[in-house]
């Protein structure tokens, strides 16, 4: 029972600072603080959200996902964004439990569920995340023991390095840019905390669902094999894969 009593709160403190990430989607690409203002506002008619209509997921459940004032619709990413922070929260409890590791690969993961939704909307990477975050995944891996700082920094030169090549044959072939320096430098910030290994893996998982993701946007809605597919996401999805199972299937695999 007390063991469920400490998932159930883990999962409530991850939907709460899913509700932060939706803060941090909504105003970073926007160039707006994510503190000031401390309190959300409509997007529609920009009145103030109080704290019972901001609790995570339920307010927007009671509220039938609409705006108490103006009735306009609430996008249904938000309840999704705390639901998916909090279920991550309770994952990375069950496989690092509360520790400084658990944290830094909570704090990791947080940040890409952030960078997954402002690419998808925005088909940027904000440099705000990814910048920072290689020097501090850098510092990470020493408290890291699935990770080395000599595999962090191998991770790296190989994640950045493998898409730079990738970017300069594909331009150097077409004549235009195939892939954005986003991804470059989200891949190499990703290589700091999964090592070598982990952006090996990343790639080909990433590779792999954008591919299938890619083919059914042709066959569903007449795409052709032209069009831009922001590859944020997908490196998000190998990344946190490799994370949660990336030891067990490469043992698998292995062996």
């Known amino acids: 029972m007390f063991d469920l009593w400490i998932v159930g709160i883990i999962f409530i403190l991850g939907l709460c600072i899913g509700s932060f990430l939706n803060v941090c989607i909504y105003r970073l690409p926007a160039s707006k603080s994510i503190v000031d203002p401390p309190r959300s ?43 998916i922070t909090g279920i991550a929260a309770v994952n990375v409890f069950f496989t690092s439990g509360v520790t400084l590791e658990g944290l830094i690969y909570f704090v990791f993961i947080s940040s890409l569920i952030v960078i997954t939704f402002i690419d998808i909307d925005h088909k940027i990477i904000p440099d705000i995340i990814t910048l920072p975050g290689i020097p501090l995944g850098l510092a990470a891996s020493f408290a890291l023991p699935a990770v080395t700082f000599k595999a962090s920094l191998l991770g790296l030169l190989i994640g950045g390095g493998s ?29 700091t905390i999964v090592g070598w290994k982990g952006v090996i893996f990343t790639i080909f998982v990433s590779s792999m669902v954008g591919t299938c993701v890619g083919m059914i946007m042709i066959l569903v809605k007449g795409k052709n094999m032209k069009f831009a597919i922001p ?25």
Do not use: Q
């Not at 901001?54 to 509220?63: E, F, K, R």
């Not at 730079?164 to 990703?190: E, H, S």
């Not at 996401?233 to 062996?255: C, D």
């Open 163 to 191: 898409l730079l090549c990738v970017a300069w044959v594909y331009t150097l072939i077409t004549g235009k840019d195939g892939m954005g320096g986003g991804d470059i430098k989200l891949l190499g910030m990703m290589g």
């Open 41 to 83: 506002i409509c997007p529609n008619c920009n009145s103030p959200i109080p704290f019972y209509d901001n609790i995570p997921v339920l307010s927007y459940l009671c509220l039938k996902g609409r705006c108490r004032y103006c009735h306009s619709r609430i996008s249904f990413r938000y309840p999704l964004v705390e639901f």
């Open 231 to 255: 590859f944020g996401p997908f490196l998000s999805v190998g990344a946190i894969s490799y994370i949660f199972f990336g030891e067990k299937i490469l043992h698998w695999y292995l062996n």
